[in-house]
């Protein structure tokens, strides 16, 4: 029995040893605070959201290693000025889109939506197990930029537009003013649509005042904030430019590489937590806000014909082969097309078709 207690007075012992060395190790450890301006305002569900929800689980789930403080958009830089200033050591982190810098690399709007692309779950399985995340980072190297990139958020299909007017076929889009996003605007003016890149918190009051004739911005659930139903009556579905759409986290290099295993271990863990967390919310929060759309505020909700979507897809194909002069573009989307090839194998056999 003393020989029983002698053990395990000696592993108790040992135990606290370890136990304080651990305490030592940790109170060692240089806590990080991000900075992080955001793109989004943190009111939008599911687009400015899932970033809140990171800098609410960050400190939780490092034990205060590793905090976020996140500044609305423009309160400390410009939605379009992220990159610059998160690589330039300005800022030491930044939460946007990739697609805002496509006027500097054709390629990253392929991280962000693309048209008649993957749906949300094959995104995924790309980015995390196929070459899509080490394809991303190379993205910013290559270019020359000081950033660490982590997929923070992505959210499922957008709606394909808010219209004034009913568009029947293509020859309705001829001459329209529309407000787009990304790849998808490529596609448009391929026919006839004249788009301009405004930001969300503008829209409305160009719709309003007769500047543009028609927008896309995001979501149902997210659109009715920015009161788009008020004006334009017609929405329209699927989303074909955007059947997901992905969200970053930038860090500075000098910031990263001064985090430890650990603290990179828990800022890549709670984005990726925070995937699922944006897909869950995004997709939760759609049919309330289409029901009520259509029930209480007069809005038809219409479905693109098959002609429309062959049209659309013909002018994206066009779209692909100009963009692919850009040798990184090319790349990506040569080997994200090889993916989805391989995937269809499993796609077109495992899911049941929805009437």
């Excluded at 503008?202 to 788009?228: M, R, V, W």
């Excluded at 004006?231 to 992905?246: D, E, M, R, V």
């Excluded at 430890?260 to 925070?274: G, I, L």
């Amino acid at each position: 029995m003393k020989k029983y207690i002698r053990t395990m007075a000696l592993a108790t012992g040992f135990t606290l040893a370890a136990t304080s060395a651990s305490v030592y190790a940790a109170d060692k450890v240089r806590p990080i605070l991000l900075k992080t301006p955001i793109a989004f305002g943190s009111h939008l569900p599911a687009l400015g959201t899932p970033i809140k929800w990171v800098e609410e689980q960050l400190p939780l789930i490092s034990a205060g290693s590793v905090r976020m403080k996140i500044y609305e958009p423009g309160k400390l830089v410009a939605p379009l000025e992220i990159l610059d200033a998160v690589s330039s050591g300005k800022i030491n982190s930044g939460y946007a889109t990739a697609g805002y810098w496509a006027g500097k690399m054709p390629a990253a709007s392929l991280f962000s939506a693309i048209p008649f692309g993957p749906e949300a779950p094959e995104f995924m399985a790309w980015l995390y197990y196929g070459n899509g995340l080490n394809l991303y980072q190379k993205m910013y190297d290559d270019a020359g930029y000081n950033v660490h990139v982590e997929p923070c958020a992505l959210i499922s299909p957008e709606t394909s537009g808010w219209f004034k007017e009913e568009i029947n076929d293509v020859s309705d889009l001829q001459g329209l003013n529309m407000r787009f996003f990304g790849l998808g605007g490529e596609v448009m003016q391929k026919l006839g649509v004249s788009t301009s890149l405004i930001a969300g918190g503008e829209i409305f009051g160009a719709l309003e005042k007769g500047a543009i004739d028609a927008t896309e911005f995001s979501q149902p659930a997210i659109d009715q904030l920015l009161g788009f139903y008020k004006i334009a009556k017609h929405n329209y579905f699927p989303g074909w430019h955007q059947q997901a759409t992905l969200f970053e986290l930038l860090i500075n290099n000098k910031t990263w590489n001064k985090m430890t295993e650990s603290q990179q271990a828990q800022v890549s863990a709670t984005c990726k937590a925070s995937i699922t967390n944006s897909i869950a919310e995004s997709e939760f929060i759609q049919f309330e806000a289409m029901i009520k759309n259509q029930n209480e505020r007069g809005v038809e909700i219409h479905t693109w014909s098959d002609d429309m979507l062959k049209s659309f897809n013909q002018a994206w194909d066009e779209v692909v082969i100009e963009q692919s002069q850009d040798a990184t573009f090319d790349t990506v989307y040569k080997d994200l097309s090889q993916f989805r090839e391989n995937y269809a194998v499993w796609a077109q056999r495992a899911f049941i078709p929805r009437n």
